[in-house]
């Protein structure tokens, strides 16, 4: 079945203590993409990568880094988490000029 | 800049309604593409439909239909006989064919509540 995984799909973790959202797609997808989910303020882009080892900085990417070191892993590291990025984070994956395919979401609460 | 607005931020029907949810966009790309998406309860984001600018034809699959007008920079979607499991929040949104990465900018969405 062609999707996007992430895991975990929850997490609470403490202030400081890194961690790492993995994401994976088997659709030989080029593009992948990290969205945070927040109420009041929607869905917005934190990274992006075009190709393997290609990525960019998305709307908010502060407090966060990405990796592409092969074409179907995206993870997203947090490598000192604070309150303000908890959030329901979403990984995506696309073809050039096609639409995203969303993975199931991660909602990680930082205390 | 790109930016999507769905007006409505809320709507309640009853089953078997129709409900209209509606999108506007803005961008200066004469080339670009819009989506609907949805987030039921359980949180996941499902892809519902791509358009591109290039393609007027309204669509229909099973009760959803899209209306898309770019006179009007608009890509509104209607339910018909809405049933319960419709009941989720709603997100259009629109990406830029000059956006990297297929960016894409999410309208603010729209939670449909569908009673029985």
Redo the contacts between chains.
């Keep these: 079945e062609a999707q996007v995984t992430q895991n975990p799909r929850y997490l609470i973790t403490v202030t400081g203590k890194k961690l790492t959202v993995t994401c994976s797609q088997n659709m030989n997808h080029e ?1 992948m ?1 990290w ?1 945070r989910q927040d109420p009041g303020l ?2 917005r ?1 934190i990274y ?3 190709n393997v080892e290609v990525t ?1 900085k ?1 709307d908010v990417p502060e407090g966060y880094k990405v990796s592409r070191k092969e074409k179907r892993n995206f993870p997203l590291i947090l490598e000192s988490p604070s309150p303000n990025q908890t959030s ?1 984070y ?1 990984c ?1 994956s ?1 073809l ?10 991660t ?1 990680l609460t930082v205390v | 800049a790109q930016k999507v607005t769905q007006a409505q931020t809320e709507i309640s029907v009853v089953e078997k309604e129709d409900v209209t949810l509606d999108c506007v966009y803005e961008t200066r790309d004469t080339t670009y593409y819009l989506f609907w998406y949805k987030q039921p309860p359980s949180g996941e984001l499902v892809f519902l439909i791509r358009r591109n600018s290039f393609d007027e034809q309204n669509e229909i699959s099973g009760r959803y239909s899209w209306n898309f007008q770019k006179s009007t920079s608009s890509f509104n979607f209607t339910i018909t006989a809405s049933q319960v499991v419709d009941s989720a929040v709603y997100f259009c949104a629109l990406s830029e064919n000059k956006a990297a990465g297929n960016k894409l900018t999410f309208g603010g969405g729209t939670r449909v509540l569908v009673k029985p």
Excluded at chain 1, 96 to 105: A, I, M, R, V
């Design positions: 593009y993409s969205y929607g869905l882009q992006y990568s075009m960019d998305g329901l979403f995506a696309s050039p000029g096609d639409g995203y395919t969303f993975g199931s979401g909602r």
